[in-house]
């Protein structure tokens, strides 16, 4: 389709053709590197941004045990001061239990990376119809756990509970908290759905 | 252009004087909205026994003619029978415009020579017959049905375009020459453009289009807006469409004014709105979405120069399938393992958590200046705003809070200088300078997925075309790309320490924080692009396009920054500051047949990418709230191949076949070579079109699609601890679904001509055989099936 009129674009010469296209692109290219200037002239001057207050993280989940008999304390803990970051949690257990006794339990749940921490305890039993704990026992552990708290509908929330043991034995026990599941449920995970929002494997010892 | 060599040619012509009755008149028929080019246009000299027909390139001569007045009279096929009066004195030139029958104006529209550049490569092309018929679907959605375009999906609603199985950074998106920013570095971020907006859609499956961008390795999408005609008229459509699934709709009204002069406006609005989308089975609870657009121009188009600005904003509110919110391993060994989605309620039109609200907004100038002596040169300024607000479940007094407030501006310039060179079809060369900002609101209360940082591009570019003999047309293209990005990053020092980076990049470090170091990454680039093609016209029917694309792209901030939960997919990303730039090196072949009865395309590609960046499962990390797989950014050389198929078989004008295969396979380099994550698996489409005056003009299409079960992928499974029943178990997050085969049934039918208008019921049956089905390329497969039968029905009418 060009051909004719290339033919005549032949009247121009290109000497013409590229003083003036010279021009424009020497122009063109000067307002390029105007421009980077000031991109890069602004820039260095800038200031970080602050550090991001993590209002949702737990990272620490403590669990406290009170012999009921004895008054004797037993404190299971997970830290995980990085929250998703790549350090594990940090698992302690202050003691055995002692066979044959009834363990009143309270769950406190804190975000250790603001300071003072969080207490995110406190959130969840506020928002206690929409959250439970479970307590999962594993390799060859054998105890008993019952709830003692309910929610505003009269469902367990598991914040509180007791721990009942008989003879000695050993193996895990998993504490695991549910984000909006199935309530009331028959007490399994499986059973109860939700999301996890923690789990956490303590190994127990009961002598 | 051609209309202004045109007059220079005129003035040359009248320079030479003609003896009596022996005078030459001779023209060019263009239409008058776009200047293409009439042919087979009848031109009568009224009361006189001359006529004759333009030819291909619109051109007619009538011979020996005496001095005089003359009636001129033109008709064509598609357009209003125009006469004009001339006195011939001497011999004359003119350029006679003819107008379109409305109706016809988009086909014109199109047809007006589109594809003047890029002529090696395969141009794909949605017209917009195509495009009205299901503009009510997302952009990934609609090209997601060409050879070669899949699409990567979180659902129903969030649809990112692939092509040849590469998407994301790897695609530039064009809409209105503006080159769309919108952080497209996200898995599970659709692209923010209406396609209402568009007039066709053009689809280049390599990286050769350098006037766009040099680091598309996949390819590029370009939106092309209406071309306005230079008269006085009003023209606008309303589309109106109603659908089951969903239960929803949407509506699109447009109005264009444009004067003799030159100015113009227009004026488009979209709004859509669905609520769950269900599956065979059950519903899809949260699948719900709510979107509206709102775009204007206005502008000046003369003939030798123009103007126009324009603004638009998308807003997009889009529910994600609430089942697929897990946390952790255990959660996914659940949902993996159950048949249906943990989670099922009733359907609602609420759009509640987890949700991405997401507003993009576009303004831009842009102009051109044409000459005889310098050719065209163009100019654009856009400025971007993306806010990127994604909800997620939380708990206390955050529930109501975003866990990711993005926002990112654009400031993008360019410069383009075509020149009209004797020997070259054609010449284009420009620069582009481009400023990002991205913010990340700290209010969140969550640890920013993406850093705050700023970037800076240049690039500078020139393609060429030259005809070599009769047949063959050689282009080639080359482009420089600089890039330098300065991010404020907080860092776990864990992860900082784990990857070495303490000494790798000691100089980034400005604060130690704890459990976290404030870090300060600057990066630069410098990447060279190239492309060189060959256009062998063998004769009027066939073609065969060649051509070799070099593309470089840089690792965008996901494949830099990353590091920690990615909530949508449920697992932790981390990303590598080492990374440098992947290198495509792509060869594609292309023959096309286009005969009045048979038309062929065949496009086998080969694409060697270097330092591909990709991601996969390296790991589990233990956390307090359970087990998360951990994936990984790495690089490793790759080799993409495949083809891309269609044929159309008119059988006679009434029945039409189309068939399309689609067939890619991709490969990390080496001996063993591992298939690559989220290849697209080969899909046949076959179809027939029956329209018929007999039917009133009634179209009906029935089409058939298979897609293949994906046999080649990567194991990335994982085993997780299941504290309820004290084992491990397989988490199979890799095996892909089944095969599938879905009946689509569209029936078209014109309903009434008001003037120049034209109102059409449309009437669609997606999934006709309502079967279950999941695909390969939806992350949301693991939960739940694709969305069952639908029934839309739509109304579009134009005047």
Same mark, same amino acid.
């Given at each position: ?99 044959a ?21 406190e ?16 390799g ?14 009269g ?25 909006e ?16 929002d ?10 | ?34 200047d ?22 619109g ?18 096929a ?10 011939i ?7 006679l ?40 679907q ?32 790897? =695609? ?11 952080? $497209?570095? &996200? /898995?599970? %971020? #659709?692209?923010? @453009? ?39 008229? =009003? ?11 969903? $239960?929803? &709709? /949407?509506? %699109? #009204?447009?109005? @264009? ?25 059950y519903?899809l ?131 383009d ?44 570019f ?134 009045a ?17 990709l ?8 956390t ?9 950014y ?67 299409r ?15 499974n ?11 178990e ?15 049934l ?27 089905y999941?695909n ?24």
């Amino acid at each position: 389709m060009n051909t004719k009129y290339n033919t005549l674009l032949k009247s121009i010469t290109m000497n013409e053709l590229f003083k003036s296209n010279m021009k424009s692109l020497a122009t063109g290219l000067g307002y390029a590197f105007a421009l980077l200037f000031i991109f890069s002239a602004c820039s260095d001057d800038d200031t970080p941004p602050t550090q991001v207050d993590e209002e949702e993280v737990i990272t620490t989940l403590i669990v406290s045990l009170t012999n009921n008999n004895t008054g004797e304390q037993i404190e299971l803990r997970s830290q995980d001061l990085d929250g998703d970051g790549p350090n594990a949690p940090v698992i302690q257990v202050s003691g055995n239990l002692t066979v044959a006794s009834t363990y009143n339990g309270t769950i406190q749940l804190l975000n250790e990376t603001v300071s003072p921490a969080d207490n995110i305890h406190e959130e969840v039993l506020a928002e206690g119809a929409e959250h439970q704990f479970f307590y999962t026992q594993g390799g060859g552990l054998n105890i008993s756990t019952q709830y003692s708290d309910v929610d505003s509908n009269g469902n367990p929330i598991g914040l509180a509970f007791t721990l009942a043991t008989t003879a000695p034995s050993q193996g895990t026990l998993t504490f695991t908290l549910r984000h909006e599941p199935l309530k009331p449920n028959d007490g399994s995970l499986s059973g109860a759905g939700g999301e996890t929002d923690i789990s956490v494997s303590f190994p127990i010892t009961v002598e | 252009m051609q209309k202004l060599l045109w007059v220079s040619m005129l003035f040359i012509g009248t320079l030479s004087q003609a003896q009596t009755c022996e005078l030459i008149f001779s023209g060019i028929i263009e239409d008058q909205h776009d200047d293409s080019l009439l042919s087979q246009a009848l031109i009568t000299l009224v009361d006189t026994d001359y006529y004759t027909y333009s030819n291909e390139l619109g051109e007619f001569s009538i011979e020996n003619l005496c001095p005089g007045n003359y009636t001129l009279e033109v008709a064509h096929a598609q357009c209003k029978t125009r006469t004009f009066s001339i006195k011939i004195k001497e011999n004359t030139s003119k350029v006679l415009k003819l107008e379109h029958h409305y109706e016809k104006l988009n086909e014109i529209l199109l047809k007006g020579n589109p594809q003047r550049i890029n002529k090696s490569t395969v141009v794909d092309y949605l017209d917009q017959t195509r495009l009205a018929e299901k503009s009510d679907q997302s952009l990934g959605e609609l090209v997601s049905s060409m050879a070669g375009l899949s699409s990567m999906s979180t659902g129903k609603a969030i649809i990112k375009p692939a092509i040849h199985g590469l998407y994301g950074s790897r =695609i530039t998106i064009v809409s209105g020459e503006v080159r769309l920013e919108d952080q $497209q570095w &996200g /898995s599970e %971020h #659709a692209p923010n @453009v209406d396609i209402n907006l568009a007039h066709s859609i053009e689809v280049i499956k390599n990286a050769s289009a350098l006037q766009y961008s040099g680091d598309a390795i996949g390819g590029f999408i370009v939106l092309k807006p209406q071309r306005i005609p230079v008269k006085d008229t =009003i023209f606008g459509k309303t589309r109106i469409s109603g659908q089951t699934n969903g $239960q929803g &709709g /949407s509506i %699109h #009204a447009g109005l @264009v004014k444009s004067t003799e002069s030159g100015w113009y406006g227009a004026l488009n609005g979209t709004f859509k709105r669905y609520g769950d989308f269900n599956a065979p089975n059950y519903m899809l609870s949260n699948t719900g979405l709510a979107s509206n657009t709102l775009a204007t121009r206005i502008g000046l188009n003369k003939f030798n120069y123009g103007l126009e600005f324009s603004y638009n904003r998308v807003f997009n509110n889009l529910g994600i399938l609430r089942a697929a919110h897990l946390g952790g391993a255990q959660d996914q060994y659940v949902a993996l393992n159950s048949p249906e989605p943990l989670i099922i309620n009733d359907f609602t039109y609420e759009i509640d958590r987890p949700m991405q609200e997401v507003t993009h907004q576009i303004a831009s100038i842009k102009s051109f200046v044409k000459s005889a002596t310098f050719g065209r040169i163009d100019f654009r300024y856009d400025y971007q705003f993306n806010n990127r607000l994604e909800f997620d479940i939380r708990r206390g007094s955050d529930q109501n809070k975003a866990s990711l407030d993005l926002d990112l501006e654009t400031h993008s310039i360019g410069l383009d200088w075509a020149p009209q060179i004797t020997g070259l079809s054609y010449l284009k060369t420009g620069f582009s300078g481009r400023y990002f900002n991205n913010v990340s609101d700290p209010n969140t209360g969550v640890k920013r997925l993406i850093p705050d940082y700023k970037r800076y591009d240049l690039g500078v570019f020139a393609l060429a075309g030259k005809p070599v003999g009769e047949r063959f047309e050689a282009e080639f293209a080359l482009r420089l790309d600089y890039m330098n990005i300065k991010a404020f990053k907080y860092y776990y020092t864990a992860l900082w320490e784990e990857r070495n980076y303490d000494a790798l990049f000691p100089e980034f470090e400005l604060q130690s924080l704890g459990t976290q170091i404030l870090t300060r990454p600057v990066f630069s680039y410098l990447n060279p692009s190239a492309s060189a093609g060959l256009n062998w016209s063998i004769d009027q029917k066939n073609q065969v396009l060649l051509n070799f694309a070099l593309g470089a792209r840089n690792p965008n901030p996901s494949e830099l920054f990353s590091e920690g939960l990615h909530h949508s997919a449920s697992r932790i990303e981390i990303g590598d500051l080492q990374f440098e730039s992947e290198i495509s090196k792509n060869t594609s072949l292309s023959f096309k047949h286009s005969g009045a009865k048979l038309g062929l395309s065949i496009n086998p590609y080969l694409r060697f990418i270097d330092r591909f960046i990709l991601l996969e499962p390296t790991g589990i990390q233990q956390t307090i709230r359970g087990n998360f797989q951990v994936w990984s950014y790495r690089q490793a050389d790759v080799f993409l191949s495949g083809v891309d198929y269609s044929l159309r078989y008119a059988y006679n004008p009434e029945l039409i076949f189309d068939q399309q295969f689609s067939l890619v396979k991709g490969y990390e380099s080496g001996f063993d070579g591992t298939p690559l994550i989220n290849m697209p698996p080969a899909q046949l489409i076959n179809a027939i079109t029956y329209k018929s005056d007999r039917l009133n003009n009634m179209e009906i299409r029935l089409e058939s699609s298979y897609t293949w079960r994906q046999n080649e992928f990567p194991d990335t499974n994982f085993e997780a601890f299941i504290p309820e029943t004290q084992t491990l178990e397989l988490i199979d997050v890799s095996t892909p679904p089944g095969a599938y085969h879905l009946m689509n049934l569209e029936v078209g039918y014109p309903l009434l001509k008001l003037g120049n208008g034209l109102s059409k019921l449309r009437l669609r049956a997606e999934n006709l055989l309502n079967t279950s089905y999941r695909n390969y390329l939806n992350s949301n497969r693991y939960y739940a099936d694709e969305i069952g039968r639908n029934l839309l029905l739509s109304f579009t009418t134009s005047f």
